[in-house]
């Protein structure tokens, strides 16, 4: 006994080093072994009262507390902020697919911002979370007036609860067959990543990417689920180099998966950003896709996976290559004129856009973060034919193959 007393003196006296998650677990006794003055000497009583038993369970509790703590801040480092919903939560269900995706828009909108930041360091985003009092909420990350981009903006959002009238209908115009209850409701789940970047140097194109997952459940129990998305990219000046690159990577990556998907895909993202009333393309294309709910859950999820890491190796070299280029101003009104193309899609056309703006709840601000800082409508311009001008309207009135 003697012995015994002497080694927990010792122990007192010189305690082992512990992290900071254990050291504030210390700061009150564990359930059943009752408290003592001065959270380190808690343990002589621990001892006392349960015994060995007591001590290991202290020592287990604490272990995990520092590997949970480890973990945190690792995914803190990862991420621009913490998840929308929450750390433990997307631990406790990281077997889910829901849970995984929500990863997936978190990594992606970290290495994007960060890979952006590094092209323009003297500009920083500003992230801004935000809650939905229905359900859910998102983070946008901002970088407004740099060197390099006017405006970039990433954003992440995780939505749910009950869909409007209005995004229903647009969603059964595309074919969806959704069996509300009898009260009308239609619960459902929506995340996504979405970037539109808008540079500063005419000659470096607009990006816009965007990647979403959707979950619907009918008033049977059934539900429906399937992904959407796609990159594209938007030059003011056609650079036939600059647009295989892009197409080439993108290409890679659908090949990897399916050699059929780059085609489809690229058709529908000609026809899918297509001003009508303009009869030209927003930009030249990438890929695009909606509603996609096969082969297999799983196996989408790999495909969209792809496609996101894919984001900065498309476009992050072009950056690069053109940013310090010199421009005329007669350059940058091109750049002008054409963004007001831009804003003329995203606020006539754009599915996203109008999804958001018919979902109760969502944030407007973050919905326009797309449109640029500054854009221009002229009366009647025509560009003089065999001008650079000229070149880019051909191909965006005439979409062509980049890569075979």
């Given at each position: 006994?003697?012995?015994?007393?002497?080694?927990?003196?010792?122990?007192?006296?010189?305690?082992?080093?512990l992290?900071?998650?254990?050291?504030?677990?210390?700061?009150?006794?564990?359930?059943?072994?009752?408290?003592?003055?001065?959270?380190?000497?808690?343990?002589?009583?621990?001892?006392?009262?349960?015994?060995?038993l007591?001590?290991?369970?202290?020592?287990?509790?604490?272990?995990?507390?520092?590997?949970?703590?480890?973990?945190?801040?690792?995914?803190?480092?990862?991420?621009?902020a913490?998840?929308?919903?929450?750390?433990?939560?997307l631990?406790?269900?990281?077997?889910?697919?829901?849970?995984?995706?929500?990863?997936?828009?978190?990594?992606?909108?970290?290495?994007?911002?960060?890979?952006?930041?590094?092209?323009?360091?003297?500009?920083?985003?500003?992230?801004?979370?935000?809650?939905?009092?229905?359900?859910?909420?998102?983070?946008?990350?901002?970088?407004?007036?740099?060197e390099?981009?006017?405006?970039?903006?990433?954003?992440v959002?995780?939505v749910?609860?009950?869909?409007?009238?209005?995004?229903?209908?647009?969603?059964?115009?595309?074919?969806?067959?959704?069996?509300?209850?009898?009260?009308?409701?239609?619960?459902?789940?929506?995340?996504?990543v979405?970037?539109?970047?808008?540079?500063?140097?005419?000659?470096?194109?607009?990006m816009?990417?965007?990647?979403r997952?959707?979950?619907?459940?009918?008033?049977?129990?059934?539900?429906?689920?399937?992904?959407?998305?796609?990159?594209?990219?938007?030059?003011?000046?056609?650079?036939?180099?600059d647009?295989?690159?892009?197409?080439?990577?993108?290409?890679?990556?659908?090949?990897?998966?399916?050699?059929?998907?780059?085609?489809?895909?690229?058709?529908?993202?000609?026809?899918?950003?297509?001003?009508?009333?303009?009869?030209?393309?927003?930009?030249?294309?990438?890929?695009?896709f909606?509603?996609?709910?096969?082969?297999?859950?799983?196996?989408?999820?790999?495909?969209?996976?792809?496609?996101?890491?894919?984001?900065?190796?498309?476009?992050?070299?072009?950056?690069?290559?053109?940013?310090?280029?010199?421009?005329t101003?007669?350059?940058?009104?091109?750049?002008?004129?054409?963004?007001?193309?831009?804003?003329?899609?995203?606020?006539?056309?754009?599915?996203?856009?109008?999804?958001?703006l018919?979902?109760?709840?969502?944030?407007?601000?973050?919905?326009l973060?797309?449109?640029?800082?500054?854009?221009?409508?002229?009366?009647?311009?025509?560009?003089?034919?065999?001008?650079?001008?000229?070149?880019?309207?051909?191909?965006?009135?005439n979409?062509?193959?980049?890569?075979?």
């Open positions: 006994m003697a012995a015994a007393a002497q080694l927990l003196r010792g122990a007192a006296r010189a305690p082992p080093a992290s900071a998650a254990s050291r504030r677990w210390l700061g009150s006794a564990p359930p059943g072994v009752p408290a003592v003055r001065g959270g380190r000497r808690w343990a002589l009583a621990a001892a006392g009262a349960l015994g060995g007591g001590l290991g369970l202290w020592r287990r509790r604490a272990s995990m507390a520092a590997a949970e703590e480890e973990e945190e801040e690792e995914m803190r480092r990862r991420f621009m913490p998840p929308v919903s929450g750390l433990r939560e631990r406790r269900r990281r077997r889910e697919l829901g849970s995984r995706m929500e990863l997936l828009i978190m990594e992606t909108q970290a290495e994007v911002c960060r890979a952006l930041a590094a092209l323009d360091p003297g500009a920083s985003f500003a992230v801004d979370t935000w809650e939905r009092k229905e359900g859910g909420g998102g983070i946008s990350c901002v970088l407004q007036d740099g390099v981009f006017e405006k970039a903006g990433v954003n959002s995780v749910f609860g009950q869909l409007s009238e209005e995004a229903a209908r647009q969603m059964r115009s595309r074919g969806k067959a959704l069996k509300a209850t009898e009260d009308g409701k239609l619960p459902f789940c929506a995340m996504g979405s970037s539109v970047i808008h540079p500063k140097n005419p000659h470096v194109p607009t816009h990417f965007n990647y997952y959707f979950e619907i459940e009918e008033a049977d129990g059934t539900k429906q689920w399937w992904f959407g998305g796609g990159t594209d990219l938007t030059p003011t000046y056609l650079n036939e180099e647009a295989v690159h892009f197409h080439k990577t993108l290409k890679e990556v659908c090949d990897k998966h399916d050699l059929k998907l780059y085609p489809k895909y690229k058709k529908w993202c000609d026809d899918y950003f297509h001003i009508k009333h303009r009869g030209e393309r927003r930009g030249i294309g990438g890929i695009f909606d509603d996609v709910d096969s082969p297999s859950k799983e196996e989408v999820f790999q495909f969209v996976q792809s496609c996101a890491k894919a984001v900065v190796p498309s476009y992050v070299p072009i950056v690069k290559k053109h940013c310090h280029d010199s421009y101003p007669e350059e940058k009104l091109w750049q002008q004129l054409r963004r007001g193309r831009y804003v003329e899609f995203n606020l006539v056309y754009d599915r996203g856009t109008k999804f958001g018919l979902t109760p709840g969502s944030r407007i601000e973050s919905i973060m797309s449109l640029p800082l500054t854009a221009r409508w002229e009366y009647m311009n025509t560009p003089s034919e065999s001008s650079k001008e000229a070149e880019i309207l051909e191909v965006l009135r979409p062509k193959d980049w890569v075979h």
